[in-house]
Structures are given as structure tokens and as C-alpha cells.
């Protein structure tokens, strides 16, 4: 049996768990699989496969991990012969006959990317422009971080007592932020980041924090929307026993492919900060 990392630009799917209708990552790395004789058309995944979790339409990832029974043979760079380019399979490790790479799983860490250039408009939820200040930001994530009921901020019906440990630096125009936890519920990381994009920009007050950990359910104008996908990465799975080795090849191959996204991504904001420019 083998784990394998799996980086991957989420913008173009509709999240990573494999749908009958819709371009996925799951979806992707099975046609490959099918391709290279690994798994049957027309079947299921191969045996014994399990990912590390799903990602929302729209999230990415750097360190993904997908399980399975694979022949010696299917190297990373072997899996990436038959995947598209915004999917990159970089490091893989042999691990034990009763490993799952769902519940082996000890903590997971997103990124987000949240823009927010200091003293100038921020647009969090595509409706409202405001100022971001770093102080109050501060503030409603140390009330977030630690060990709450997120009941009002998934639309998860079990499993919303979590402990998350919520890291954050400024870097440049952005806030760059880490959430660490064993588990996540659905759409939580994105939402604390709209709770204290909210309390950071003025709209909602501190206390509203206290209000969302309240047993009483909280909906509607009153509740907490979801952050945009695109700027969250899953950045992290940690398995303590699970020793991964990097192909160098697949790693420079990677790293290739998305500096190559990049440039093209710098060049788009370029284009759209001369249109806005000049209007």
C-alpha cells in the first residue's frame, strides 16, 4: 500500500471528492489510474483508497494525500504522465496495510490568503467595501482560535466541537492565515475568516463572536457567510509515522508547472489594475 502527496489548483473543479456530472480532482486522478491499468474503467477506486479529505469547488491544495494499493512501479512522475497540469502528485511513502489516509490523519492546516491591503478598501464579501484594521482583526481571531462549538458556522449537524489553533501574519496587502486542527467541519475555516474579516472592517462587533458560540442557532442576516474559495489552500496533513519521500523529479516538474500559473496570474491582475487605472 502507498500514500502519495497531491498539490493541486482547485480553481477550475468542483472540489476534490469524485461527482458523476462535474470535473473534480478525485475524478482526475481516477482516469489517470484507469489510464495506467491501475483501476478498471467503468469500476470504482482502487483498493483500499481513501484521501485525506475533500476540499470545497474552488480550494486547492499543496499536500493533499490519497492512499491505495499500488503496484511498485507508480512513481509520482509515472502519475503525473497521465494527469493534467494543475495536478501534481510530488511525494509518496509506503505505509502499513491498515492505513487510511482519512482517519490516520492527526491534524490538517489550511492557508488563506485573505487581501486586505492596510489603510485602504478591502472587499470581503463581494458586497462591501471597507478598511480592514490589524487590531481589531487580532482581537476576533484570538476569540475564534481555541476549543468552541462551531454549530453556527457549519452546516455540519455532528462533529462541531473542535479545538483550532489560528495563525497570522501581514504580508504586504495580504493577511496571510493558518488554521490547525485535527478535523474540520464544512465551510468553517472560510467562515472564520468572514467573522473576523466582519469584526477587522467594522460591519459586525466582537461581541458577535460571542453570539455565534451561543447554543441558541444563528441564520440569516444575523449569520456568517462563507469567504471566497480561491484564496484557501490545504497546505498540510500531518501523519506521525508516515515518512514521505520527494521525487525530485516530480517535485522540479511541480514547481515548473506552477510558476508557469503564477506569472500568468500576475499578468491578469496587471491587466485589470491598468483597466481599473485608467477608468
Known sequence: MRAYRV???????HGFQRQPDVDTVEGRLRSALVRLGVCERGGGLPGRYAAAGRTDAGVSARAQTIAFDAPAWLSPVAFNGELPDDIRVWAS????EDFHAT???????YTYYLYAPPGDDVRVDHSDDRTVDDERWAKAVDA???????????????GTQRTVDIDW???GQFLVVQF?????????????????????????????VDRIFSPEPVSGPDGVPSASPEPLVLTDVCY???R??????AVADARTVFAHRRANACATARVAGNITDGL
Open 103 to 109: 482517519h490516520d490523519a492527526t491534524e490538517r492546516t
Open 7 to 13: 498539490a493541486y489548483d482547485g480553481r477550475p473543479y
Open 93 to 96: 511513502a509506503d505505509v502499513p
Open 144 to 158: 475564534l482560535a481555541g476549543s468552541h462549538d462551531f454549530h453556527n458556522l457549519t452546516s455540519d449537524d455532528t
Open 169 to 171: 501574519a501581514r504580508d
Open 244 to 249: 514521505f519521500t520527494r521525487d525530485e523529479d
Open 180 to 208: 490547525t486542527a485535527g478535523g474540520f467541519c464544512r465551510q468553517l475555516v472560510r467562515r472564520l475568516v468572514s467573522l473576523a474579516a466582519a469584526v477587522a472592517d467594522g460591519s459586525a462587533p466582537l461581541s458577535k
Open 240 to 242: 506521525p509515522d508516515v
